[in-house]
């Protein structure tokens, strides 16, 4: 708030100035103007071969007896001479327009290009009868394109102003973006420790509680028990090893040190196997996972563990935010991106769909819908960090599409040009 402020006192500041420069110029423009004009005056009383003319003597005559004496047409030639001569000394400009009139605003003599109208009420006007007093006889100028004189004059200036401007505004954008990132940041790791923390703690409560009934003599009398604790006791320690494991590729990814130990991998076998692990993950929410092999091709080439764990996670995400009577559908066709032929993998889920306002950001690190304290959906913002990684290390191409109420699908595609290359 304090820099929006203090960025609000420099802008005003700067237009301030502008302002007050513009109005300077004006100012300073008029008094020139005024200089000169009386000069004109001053040199038209002394010109020689005009001794009819004296300044102080109409200065009891009546507008029309100082009227039938400038109505001379070598008056009007003087004048000309002379305001054409007083603009060149003063540095003024050359483009003007002048008038002589009474004071009814009668038209003695001039040099006007447009209507008079606008000579008159210029502002340049100063006495030629009287200079003891206005009225009488009156000499008007008008400059043409005076504004953009002045303009002229402060172009440099009002440049640099607004440069200045624009290079404040970028840094004042530049810092807020940073601001909001840096807040959104805090709350996306803030999301992530509670979620890490609350999944940590199931395993860990669950070993603990499993040991707990090892450690109890009687439990012995029961082999199946025994058993069954320490089956317990490996699954959730498996459990907590991959989630750390998650945790820690996220250095490996990032230090660069990502290798692939690319195999070629049985596409039927794949799906078989990923059938196998979710199926049972599927029918405990009430729906069911689909796989279905519609492509030519028999196998592909790539990291099988990586490439496994990359359509496991993409599966994982989809069963879990379905929620009840998920039906999920695993699928391989052929498919043409970008003129390459290549394999097209497909998960598809029925859930309520990803919101708009999250889409451009499922790929980034700890990234997920927020949630708050709810915990109904488990997770640690790194699943899709990780596909999107894999498969651009995979030289893949990843990408989803997803509908409010309509579900959501994700799309890997496979280059069979790459496949056959490698």
Known sequence: MSAAFAFTGIVLTQTYWVVNAIRYQNEQFANQVNVALKSVVNRLYDTQGITDLRPTSFCSDSSAEASSVFYNPALAKVLDSLLTLEMAECGLPQEYDYLVFSEDKSHLFGRVKSDTSGVLASGFVVPVTCIHREGGILLAVRFQG????????????????????????????????????????????????????????????????????????????????????????????????????????????????????KEVINIESLLANLQEIFQVYAEE?????????????????????????????????????????????????????????????????????????????????????????????????????????????????????SHDKRGTSFYVFVPLERQKME
């Not at 807040?183 to 860990?204: G, V, Y």
């Open 285 to 401: 929410k009430g729906g069911k996972l689909i796989t279905r092999k519609l492509c030519s091709a028999e196998t592909l080439f790539a990291d099988p563990q990586h490439f496994t764990n990359l359509l496991s996670n993409l599966i994982d995400n989809a069963i879990k935010y379905s929620g009840e009577k998920c039906m999920v559908r695993l699928e391989v066709k052929n498919y043409k991106l970008h003129e390459k032929e290549g394999l097209l993998f497909i998960v598809e889920d029925n859930g309520p769909g990803i919101p708009f306002r999250f889409q451009g950001k499922i790929f980034e690190k700890f990234s997920r819908i927020p949630t708050g304290d709810r915990h109904d959906v488990k997770g640690h913002g790194l699943g899709l960090y990780y596909v999107k990684t894999i498969a651009e290390a995979h030289g893949f191409e990843v990408w989803f599409k």
């Open 146 to 261: 005076l504004n953009e004189r002045i303009f002229g004059r402060l172009k440099g200036w009002i440049l640099l102003s607004v440069l200045f401007i624009l290079m404040m505004l970028m840094a004042f954008y530049y810092v807020l973006q940073m601001y909001f990132s840096q807040r959104q940041l805090a709350e996306l790791k803030a999301d992530f420790i509670s979620n890490m923390t609350h999944e940590l703690k199931t395993p860990i409560a669950t070993i603990s509680l499993s040991s707990e009934m090892l450690l109890k003599p009687e439990v012995y009398e029961h082999p199946e028990k025994v058993k069954k604790y320490a089956a317990l006791i490996f699954s959730e320690n498996d459990r907590l090893k991959r989630q750390v494991e998650d945790v820690l590729q996220v250095t490996v990814f990032e230090q660069g040190r990502l290798t692939l130990k």
